[in-house]
């Protein structure tokens, strides 16, 4: 995939900026109202936060030329295990 040259990289952070903002809206309007509330002036929560996701993806996507690919794909296929790491010790501290 080829991107535009006119999209200089600190333009590029800034939009991740902001949708990175509008995946955490769309987050906390699943977790206040529910995945599959559906209000007439915003949508369906879920769908929302597709869109944000796709959104950040795409912006991600045109970054990538200017980040290490290496250190990108070992950080994402280490992330779930991290999380369940985390999830493990979060429980053991609930339990005591
Ligand atoms: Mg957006």
């Given amino acids: 995939m080829t991107f535009p040259s006119e999209l ?14 509008e995946v955490i809206q769309a987050i906390t309007k699943c ?8 209000k007439e002036d915003y949508g369906l ?9 796709g959104d950040a993806l795409g912006v991600i996507d045109a970054l990538l030329p200017f980040l290490d690919g290496r250190i990108i794909e ?4 280490q992330k779930i295990a991290r999380v ?3 999830k493990k010790i979060k429980e053991n501290i609930d339990a005591k």
């Fill in 8 to 21: 200089p990289r600190d333009y590029l952070l800034t939009v991740l900026t902001e949708e990175c903002a």
């Fill in 31 to 38: 977790q206040r109202f529910g995945f599959d509330f559906y």
């Fill in 45 to 53: 929560n879920r769908d929302v936060l597709a869109q944000e996701v």
């Fill in 74 to 77: 070992q950080a994402r296929s």
């Fill in 84 to 86: 369940l790491r985390w």
